[in-house]
């Protein structure tokens, strides 16, 4: 940016200022940065200082204006990539439809049985595909409710962030990784359904692309304990809850989005349009071809 000549006087040296605005942010970048200075905010708007300290009143902002122009830029950025509103509420709506189709919870369900979390048949019988079918299915009507509720809107943030392909892409990842490491895990026979791994993997998400961004000691154990309030609060109570999907969800969600982070910074940006239709659609297609193999297998 372009600094006026410098005014010379008992005060020290002035640093011209073109309106009160930026008068007043230029003394609060000052002020941070501990430069003693005068305002002189009347006819004039000066910024005085010492004539010793003039050149590092001049860096710092500059510095100042530097970082309001990327972010404004950014900010640019963010509104064309992501100006849109994500089509959450057909995706839950196509949830809760299902769930009309399929029902609670019933042992001699095919649904059910071809298609809920089973450790025996994944790891014994290599019926993979019921790591994805779970994540659709859901117990009774308060369970797909909560998910709907809770679910529907992190995972709107979330797409607002990264945009619908990406976030969903993760989401799914997410919600199947959990479900794998925690059939891995366990010892016995374990059944369970839900969609509700791939939520806790979505806030995990969240988690991740907010540890990346901030890259410091404090930063991270406050997003970390957040994403674990959230956790406790929400993911550990009730007879049918299953507390180790949910935790590896979050786990694996946390890597997930802290790689989304690291491939946006090495790019610049999330992926476009067009990438995103096709992440999108490849996550119907998965889920689709996971029931379809599963329906065909019973």
Same mark, same amino acid.
């Given at each position: ?24 942010? !230029?003394?609060?970048?000052?002020? @941070?940065?501990?430069? @003693?200075? =005068? ?6 708007? *000066?910024?005085? &200082? ?5 050149? #590092? ?10 970082? *309001?122009?990327?972010?404004? #830029? ?7 990539? /992501? ?21 609670? !919870? ?10 809920? &979390?089973?450790?025996? @048949? ?15 299915? /859901? ?17 709107? +943030? ?20 959990? *479900?794998?490491? *925690? ?57 049918? &809850?299953?507390?180790? #999907?949910?935790? !590896?969800? =979050?786990?694996?969600?946390?890597? +997930? ?7 946006? /910074? ?23 071809? #996971?029931?379809?193999? @599963?329906?065909?297998?019973?």
């Amino acid at each position: 940016m372009n600094f006026e000549g410098p005014l010379e006087s008992e005060r020290g040296a002035a640093i011209r200022v073109d309106d009160a605005a930026r008068l007043h942010d !230029w003394s609060l970048v000052l002020s @941070a940065v501990g430069i @003693a200075h =005068f305002v002189e905010n009347g006819e004039a708007c *000066n910024l005085w &200082v010492s004539s010793d300290r003039l050149e #590092a009143a001049r860096h710092q902002i500059y510095l100042y204006e530097e970082e *309001n122009r990327a972010g404004a #830029a950014a900010a640019e950025r963010y509104r064309d990539e /992501h100006s849109y509103n994500p089509p959450t509420l057909l995706v839950m709506l196509l949830f809760i439809l299902f769930f009309y189709e399929t029902g609670p !919870w019933q042992s001699q369900s095919i649904w059910f049985g071809q298609g809920a &979390v089973d450790r025996q @048949a994944i790891v014994d019988g290599r019926q993979w595909w019921r790591l994805v079918t779970a994540l659709t299915l /859901h117990s009774d009507v308060m369970h797909l409710v909560g998910n709907m509720a809770f679910g529907g809107g992190i995972i709107h +943030l979330l797409c607002k962030v990264v945009g619908t392909g990406l976030g969903w892409f993760l989401v799914l990842l997410a919600g199947l990784g959990g *479900n794998l490491v *925690n059939v891995l895990l366990h010892r016995g026979q374990h059944l369970s359904v839900g969609f509700s791994t791939a939520v806790f993997g979505a806030v995990g998400i969240l988690c991740g692309l907010e540890l990346v961004r901030r890259r410091h000691g404090q930063g991270i154990l406050l997003v970390v304990g957040a994403g674990l309030g959230l956790l406790a609060m929400l993911g550990s109570g009730g007879e049918r &809850v299953d507390l180790g #999907a949910h935790l !590896w969800g =979050f786990g694996v969600g946390i890597c +997930l989005g802290a790689l989304a982070a690291v491939g946006r /910074h090495v790019r610049g940006r999330y992926p476009g349009f067009h990438l995103q239709l096709v992440m999108f659609f490849s996550v119907v297609v998965v889920v689709w071809l #996971a029931w379809r193999q @599963a329906l065909d297998f019973g």
